[in-house]
């Protein structure tokens, strides 16, 4: 079993940066494909970015260039480094992982079976 926990969560002006973490407990971040998803005012949570078991990285065009998905393999921790934030980046940012996820579906939300409860980003103007 696998247990997530997220934090960092924050509100800050756009062109601001946030650097959210996820905690994994119950297993070694280094066997999973994790992701960042987020859910704003939409019924469906958007994929923002997953790495692989290998560090192999995954964005949404949305959030390239923008974004950076990291992993401490020591720490088990997952991080998302957030720049030049923007308004519509405002969600609730929830981490994700499983075993096996395939390259090229990484950012579906459905592929996933574990999840932490989320941490608010919120970005005003």
């Known amino acids: 079993q696998v247990q997530l926990a997220e934090s960092g969560g924050d509100s800050v002006q756009a062109g601001g940066s946030l650097k959210l973490s996820c905690t994994v407990t119950?297993?070694?971040?280094?066997?999973?494909?994790m992701g960042w998803f987020r859910q704003g005012s939409e019924l469906e949570r958007e994929g923002v970015a997953a790495?692989?078991?290998?560090?192999?990285?995954s964005y949404a065009d949305s959030v390239k260039g923008r974004f950076t998905i990291s992993k401490d393999k020591v720490k088990n921790i997952l991080y998302l480094q957030m720049n030049s934030l923007k308004v519509e980046d405002s969600a609730m940012y929830y981490c994700?992982?499983?075993?096996?996820?395939?390259?090229?579906?990484?950012?579906?939300?459905?592929?996933?079976?574990?999840w932490g409860q989320g941490t608010q980003v919120t970005v005003s103007s």
């Open positions: 119950g297993n070694t971040v280094p066997n999973y494909v």
């Open positions: 790495i692989d078991a290998d560090g192999g990285a």
């Open positions: 994700a992982a499983d075993f096996f996820v395939a390259s090229r579906r990484v950012l579906e939300n459905k592929l996933y079976a574990y």
